[in-house]
Structures are given as structure tokens and as C-alpha cells.
């Protein structure tokens, strides 16, 4: 998606001025270094930080002064660490630092006043400080920013939980952070804004795409969170098409995945493959709804790419993985079509595969049917 849209949202919320990269000197003194560097207890100092990170904040609240919210913005980021450099800080720093930043965030986000400007600036110094400093002390911010109104905010809730999952996957709070994830994507599945939410959720869950390499418990939970919102983003598919169709397709490139395939169970690799064979089949159905009611060439265009890259991830692992050269040929087929592709191919195309699918996997079942009342693009 066009990331120049981000800065969009950004700016319609009145969020001006840098983000992260390279922060500005802050326009009062900063924590001293000392500070930062301390191994020891952060008694002797946490007073001190929490007046300082508390005066900041009251000006982050304060819409009637953005150059000082930004300001305050920059200072409660770079302030996170010595010199911009996390590996230069103490992680007895960085825990007091974020647990005294979640106590007064939270203060902040209760406040039924909090304008949407200043939530999303909590956003985006959640985001940083949580990937800066790799720990959980944050999840409690992060988890009410994902249950937010505002789809801006969530979004920011979104980026920042991402942030925050390596530190977590191999803990206890990873299931409530999976989760919220989840939810705040199925929250909002509408317009051009909730295609971002749900981007960004798929990308949280991705380990290929957070560069993480899980194993274990934390890698069958991503397999089940991954699940869960691929199969309640496919409800959506039965009714019309939502947002970015594309977004659909990072589940199945991550479960159906050579590399992860065989650490998968059995009812995970079945849900997977059903989930897979589920949206190529919705997504040619809203195909041919489209061209039927001569929706927009962009809605086809859209929703045949998402199908084409979903038949090929299905296509790689029956080549690479299952060995399966008549399943790998039929979704090769699939694979092929293409906005322009003829409505007796596809169809074609799609029993061939499904007979494939099914000698490959007996237990799979036919694709859920689109309700008769929907029209392509109704969900956008």
C-alpha cells in the first residue's frame, strides 16, 4: 500500500513535524546520562525521571500548542535512551523508563478529553520506546491504544504492538498482545484507513516480516493468531470486497511457507490450506460479481492479484514441500489468471484445483458461498 498515506493520517489528525528519525534537541535539559547508564537499582533516580517524563506529557495533552507537542514528542523519545543508541543504555534504565511512561500514558488515555492528536502522538512514542528498549512494561498502552475509537490511533497502536511482540512472544504477555492484535484488525475493516490497520496487523504476525524467528509455543500461537484473522477477515469476502484485498494473502505466506509447513499440526495445516482455498475461491467469486455489475477494473484487478498470489504460495509448498506435481500444476493454472482472464477459465481453474486440493487433503470442504444480495466492492 502507498505509505505516503500514512503521513496522511498523520497530518490530518494536526500530528506535524518529524516522527522518530533523527529527533530534534529537546527544548528542555534532558535526563542526565547518568541516569542512563546506572546498572544498579533505579530507586535512587525514579523520582527524578518520572517528574521529568511527567512534565513532557502535559504538554503532549496540550492541542493548542503543536510545536510544544512535538517537542515533547521528540524529548519523550530520544530521552528513552543514551544518545539515541539503545545499546549504550542500561535495561535497567529502559524498564523504569517505559514502566514510568505506561503509568502516565495510561493516566493520559483515561482521560475521556484526550483529543485524537494527542493520542496518536502516545502512539508513536510507544512505538519507538517499546522497539528501543525490547520489553513489555508498555503492553498495558499499547493494548488500550489497539481498542481505540479512532482508526488513526489504532493504527499507531498497531505499529507500536508490532514493536513490541519479539519481547513478548516468548513470555506470558504474548497472548494478550496476539489477541489485541487480532481484535483491532477485525475492529475495523472498512474504508482506506482500516486497509492499513489490518496491513499492519498481518505484518505484527508475520515472523518473515518482523525478521523473528519463533519456535515452539510461540510459533503454533502466531500459526492460531494468524488463523483467527484470516478466517474472520474472510467473513468479509461472503458480503464484498474490504480494503486492499492483498492484505488477505501474508497469512498464507507465512503458513503455507516451506520453512514453517512441517512445524505446523495437522488441524493447523488443514485450516491453513481450507483458509487458503477459501479466498481464492470468495475472491474469484467477487471476480466475476465484479465484472457482472461492471464494478471498477480496480476491484478486479485487485482481487485477481490477491488470488493469483494466494494459488502461488499454495503452488510453492506443493512443489518444494508435498512433492504433489499434479496439485502444484493446478494451482499453477490459478496462478496464471489475471484481471483479463475469461469467466469459463476461471472456473475451470477453480474445480481442477479444487479436485487437487481435495486428493491432496481429504478433509478439505467447499469454499463457504458468497450471499446472494452481495455485489462486488460493496465492502469499500
Same mark, same amino acid.
Given at each position: ?218 510459533? +503454533?500461537? @502466531?500459526? *492460531?493468531?494468524? &488463523?483467527? /484473522?484470516? %478466517? #474472520?477477515?474472510?467473513? !468479509? ?103 483479463? +482472464?475469461? @469467466?469459463? *477459465?476461471?472456473? &475451470?481453474? /477453480?474445480? %481442477? #484445483?479444487?479436485?487437487? !486440493? ?23
Amino acid at each position: 500500500m502507498n505509505r505516503r498515506f500514512v503521513w496522511f493520517i498523520l497530518l490530518a489528525c494536526g500530528v506535524c513535524g518529524r516522527v522518530w528519525a533523527d529527533p530534534a534537541p529537546a527544548q528542555d535539559e534532558g535526563v542526565p546520562a547518568a541516569y542512563k547508564k546506572a546498572r544498579g537499582d533505579a530507586s535512587a533516580y525514579r523520582d527524578d525521571l518520572t517528574s521529568r517524563i511527567k512534565t513532557e506529557i502535559a504538554k503532549l495533552a496540550k492541542d493548542q500548542d503543536p510545536a510544544g507537542q512535538t517537542q515533547a514528542r521528540e524529548w519523550l523519545i530520544s530521552e528513552s535512551v543514551l544518545n539515541n543508541t539503545p545499546s549504550s543504555t542500561s535495561d535497567n534504565y529502559l524498564d523504569a523508563y517505559s514502566s514510568i511512561l505506561n503509568a502516565q500514558f495510561m493516566e493520559l488515555l483515561s482521560n475521556p478529553d484526550t483529543s485524537v492528536r494527542a493520542r496518536v502522538n502516545v502512539g508513536i512514542v510507544a512505538a519507538k520506546v517499546a522497539e528501543w528498549s525490547k520489553n513489555t512494561q508498555l503492553l498495558p498502552t499499547v493494548l488500550q491504544l489497539l481498542k481505540d475509537k479512532s482508526e488513526a490511533v489504532v493504527l499507531w497502536g498497531e505499529k507500536a504492538a508490532g514493536s513490541m511482540l519479539p519481547a513478548a512472544l516468548n513470555g506470558p504477555k504474548r497472548a494478550p498482545l496476539l489477541d489485541g492484535i487480532v481484535q483491532a484488525a477485525l475492529q475495523h475493516t472498512t474504508g482506506e484507513v482500516g486497509g492499513y490497520v489490518c496491513e499492519w496487523a498481518y505484518r505484527d504476525l508475520n515472523p518473515g516480516l518482523q525478521n523473528s524467528h519463533p519456535a515452539g509455543a510461540a510459533l +503454533s500461537d @502466531l500459526v *492460531d493468531y494468524n &488463523l483467527k /484473522l484470516q %478466517q #474472520g477477515r474472510l467473513n !468479509l469476502y461472503r458480503t464484498g470486497v474490504p480494503p486492499a484485498p492483498y492484505n488477505d494473502t501474508f497469512a498464507s505466506q507465512f503458513l503455507l511457507d516451506p520453512t514453517y509447513w512441517t512445524q505446523l499440526t495437522e488441524a493447523q495445516k488443514l485450516a491453513a490450506i481450507q483458509a487458503a482455498w477459501n479466498f481464492i475461491s470468495l475472491g474469484c467469486e467477487q471476480t466475476r460479481l465484479a465484472i457482472e455489475a461492471k464494478q471498477s477494473t480496480n476491484t478486479i484487478s485487485e482481487l485477481m492479484i490477491a488470488v493469483s498470489t494466494e494459488a502461488k504460495a499454495l503452488e510453492d509448498l506443493a512443489n518444494r514441500r508435498l512433492k504433489d506435481l499434479a496439485l502444484t500444476g493446478a494451482m499453477h493454472d490459478i496462478g496464471v489468471l489475471g484481471p483479463g +482472464s475469461k @469467466l469459463t *477459465d476461471i472456473q &475451470l481453474a /477453480l474445480t %481442477q #484445483g479444487f479436485q487437487s !486440493l481435495q486428493a491432496a487433503f481429504k478433509d478439505l470442504q467447499p469454499a463457504p458461498e458468497v450471499e446472494p444480495r452481495a455485489a462486488a466492492g460493496a465492502g469499500q
